[in-house]
Nanobody, 122 residues
Framework: QVQLVESGGGLVQTGGSLRLSCAAS????????MGWYRQGPGPERELVAT???????KYADYAKARFTISFDDAKNTVHLQMNSLKPEDTAVYYC????????????????WGQGTQVTVSS
């Protein structure tokens, strides 16, 4: 069993910053990748940023200049530093992990956190 627990969401004004964190725990042999997704007023979750085990990162276009994803190996924790926040960033942010509980390799399972609310006021 793998658990992902997010923290760091909250209410900020336009132009402010937040740092989201997501800690993975449980039956983990290797974390192949982790990332952040968000769900705003629309019905679908969208990719914000991902990071792989070799350190490669991927960002949505709107996040490239303002957000930074990082991973703490010692704590199995992924972070998302969000700067220059805008009202359109308001959403529930979900942590995702592609994790192999049995061995090293690209095989794994997708796990999701419960989500953390980010609200940016105008």
């Amino acid at each position: 069993q793998v658990q992902l627990v997010e923290s760091g969401g909250g209410l900020v004004q336009t132009g402010g910053s937040l740092r989201l964190s997501c800690a993975a725990s449980g039956s983990i042999f290797v974390i192949n990748s982790m990332g952040w997704y968000r769900q705003g007023p629309g019905p679908e979750r969208e990719l914000v940023a991902t990071i792989t085990s070799d350190g490669s990162t991927k960002y949505a276009d709107y996040a490239k200049a303002r957000f930074t994803i990082s991973f703490d190996d010692a704590k199995n924790t992924v972070h998302l530093q969000m700067n220059s926040l805008k009202p359109e960033d308001t959403a529930v942010y979900y942590c995702n992990g592609y994790i192999n509980p049995y061995s090293t390799g690209p095989f794994g399972y997708d796990y999701w956190g419960q989500g953390t609310q980010v609200t940016v006021s105008s």
